[in-house]
C-alpha cells in the first residue's frame, strides 16, 4: 500500500517536470527559432534592398514595401507576440488541475497537448516564411510570383511537421473508462419550491488590453484615409459587439442553462429537457485551443474565457458543453436538481 505522503511528492515532482518540459515547447524552443531567424536577417540586412517587399497580392506580386530594419523588427514583435498567447494559454491556468473522479488526465502536459503543439509550429511556420520571402530579395534580385506561394506551403508544411513530431512527443490524455465528469450532486429542492442562479465572468484583463489595442489600430484608418470612413466604420463596430463576449452572464433556472454577453445576446442555451448531468469542472483554457468559442479533442464544446472553474453539461443530443464561470458548483448542483425534476419528478443526485 502506497503511503499517501509518498504519493503527493510524486504528483508534485510530477507536476514540477511537466511545466519543465512545458517550458521548453513553448517557451524555449519558440524563442531559439525566433533568436536564430532574427540573426540571420540581422546579416542579411547589408544585402537588402532599401524597401523589402512585405505584403503580396493574390498573384505574388509584391504590393507593399518597408524598410529593412522595420521588417526585421516586425518579425521580432509578431513572433513574441504569437509566443507569448500560446505560452500564457498553457501556463495560466496550470493550478487548476482536474481532480481524480472527474475521470479526466490530470497531467498538465497532456491537458495542454493540443495548444502547447502549435508553440514550436508557428514559429517555425513565421521563421521560414520571413526567410524564405526574404532571401529571394537579396542582392536586388527580384522575387518571383511563385516565391510568395511557394515560401507559405513550404512554412505550413514544415510546420506542420513540427507540431506532428511535438504532438507525438508529449503524452497523451489517459482517459478513465467514465469518459465524463461525475456529476455534481443536485441541490435538495422542495416540491413546488423555485430557485435560480446566476453568475457573471470575464475574459482576463490581457484579453480586454489586446480588444483596447485593436480597436484603437482600427481608428487610425479612419484619421489617415477619411474617404473609406464607412469601411472602417463598420469594423470598429464589429470588433465592439465581439468584445461584448469577453463578458458574459450564465444563469440556471426553469428554462435550463443559459450563457447572454454583457448586452444580453444569447450565446447558448441547454433546455432542461436536454440535460443529462452537469458536473462542476477545473478548466485550462489550452485544452480548447485558447479562449473563445472552442471544442477539444474529446468533442467538447468550450465557451472558453479564463482558466479555473467551469459548468460542464452533458446534452442529450449534442456534444458536451462547458462553460468557465465562478461558483460552477452550486449552478451544477441546481441544473441537475431542475433537470431531475424535469425529466423524472425528483432532483437528480
Not at 525566433?34 to 503580396?56: D, K, N, S, Y
Not at 495542454?112 to 526567410?131: H, W
Not at 463598420?234 to 442553462?257: E, K, N, P, S, Y
Request: proline share 8%; aromatic share 6%; net charge neutral.
Amino acid at each position: 500500500m502506497t503511503h499517501p505522503a509518498a504519493e503527493a511528492s510524486t504528483e508534485l515532482a510530477e507536476r514540477r517536470r511537466d511545466r519543465r518540459v512545458l517550458s521548453v515547447v513553448v517557451i524555449w524552443i519558440p524563442l531559439a527559432i525566433i533568436v536564430v531567424t532574427t540573426v540571420i536577417l540581422l546579416l542579411w540586412i547589408p544585402r537588402m534592398p532599401e524597401q523589402v517587399a512585405i505584403h503580396f497580392d493574390a498573384s505574388g506580386q509584391a504590393d507593399g514595401w518597408t524598410t529593412p530594419g522595420r521588417a526585421v523588427l516586425a518579425f521580432v514583435v509578431i513572433s513574441i507576440a504569437v509566443t507569448g498567447a500560446i505560452a500564457i494559454a498553457c501556463f495560466g491556468g496550470a493550478r487548476a488541475m482536474m481532480r481524480p473522479a472527474d475521470g479526466r488526465p490530470s497531467r498538465l502536459l497532456a491537458r495542454v497537448r493540443p495548444t502547447a503543439s502549435f508553440g514550436p509550429a508557428v514559429a517555425t511556420l513565421l521563421a521560414v516564411t520571413m526567410l524564405a520571402l526574404t532571401g529571394t530579395q537579396l542582392d536586388g534580385a527580384v522575387p518571383p510570383a511563385w516565391a510568395t506561394p511557394v515560401a507559405v506551403i513550404g512554412g505550413i508544411l514544415l510546420a506542420g511537421l513540427v507540431g506532428w513530431i511535438t504532438w507525438r512527443a508529449l503524452p497523451a490524455p489517459e482517459l478513465t473508462a467514465a469518459d465524463a465528469p461525475a456529476a455534481t450532486p443536485a441541490l435538495d429542492l422542495a416540491p413546488g419550491e423555485v430557485a435560480v442562479w446566476t453568475a457573471t465572468t470575464s475574459a482576463p484583463w490581457p484579453v480586454f488590453a489586446l480588444l483596447g489595442f485593436v480597436l484603437a489600430a482600427v481608428l487610425v484608418p479612419l484619421v489617415l484615409a477619411p474617404e473609406t470612413w464607412w469601411l472602417w466604420a463598420a469594423v470598429f463596430v464589429l470588433l465592439l459587439v465581439l468584445a461584448t463576449t469577453a463578458w458574459i452572464r450564465v444563469t440556471v433556472d426553469r428554462h435550463g442553462l443559459t450563457v447572454r454577453t454583457v448586452l444580453g445576446l444569447r450565446l447558448s442555451q441547454v433546455p432542461l429537457a436536454e440535460v443529462v448531468s452537469a458536473a462542476d469542472v477545473d478548466v485550462l483554457p489550452a485544452e480548447f485551443g485558447g479562449w473563445g468559442f472552442r471544442f477539444d479533442v474529446r468533442g467538447r464544446r468550450g465557451i472558453i474565457l479564463r482558466s479555473g472553474p467551469g459548468l460542464e453539461v452533458e446534452r442529450a443530443d449534442a456534444p458536451p458543453l462547458v462553460v468557465t464561470v465562478g461558483d460552477a458548483r452550486t449552478g451544477a448542483a441546481l441544473l441537475n436538481a431542475l433537470a431531475g425534476t424535469e425529466r423524472h419528478g425528483e432532483p437528480r443526485s
